[in-house]
């Protein structure tokens, strides 16, 4: 008889497709550490330590597996014109039904809008802006 399989995940891994799942979500702009990751993060990188790079793969979210099930918490920067509370349900469903595809454990996903960019990036203002009307100042 084959004993049964007993199956250990670690919080890094819950927190690092939490991470990966959420910046897919569109109107998510980029995911921002905590305090404690950044300052990992920078005494990692003053003493060489190659395993703080791994870190930043989910920097800005973070994770704790308990009794079978994953508390996830997310800080994130958006830009102006996304509903923070729709973006906020989107990423918190997307997470959710990632982690429990990857690793079959129900998650409770906190997410925190810690910013909204005024200046949208280069490449998302040239696809939203119409190509009748002429920039301000070339007018």
Known sequence: ???????????????RIAAATAREVPGVV?????????LLGLAGSL?????????LSAAGASAAVQDGRAEVALTL?????HNARDLSAA?????????????????????????VLLDAPQAERASTQSPQVPPPGNR
């Open 77 to 81: 920067v958006t830009t102006l014109g």
């Open 91 to 115: 990423v918190q469903r997307a997470v959710a039904a990632q982690v429990r595809a990857e690793t079959g454990l129900d998650a409770v996903v906190t997410v925190t809008v810690a910013d």
């Open 1 to 15: 008889m084959t004993p049964p399989v007993r199956l250990t995940v670690g919080d890094a891994v819950v927190a």
């Open 30 to 38: 980029a995911l921002r550490p905590d305090l404690a990751q950044t």
């Open 47 to 55: 003493l060489g330590d190659r395993s703080a790079g791994d870190a």
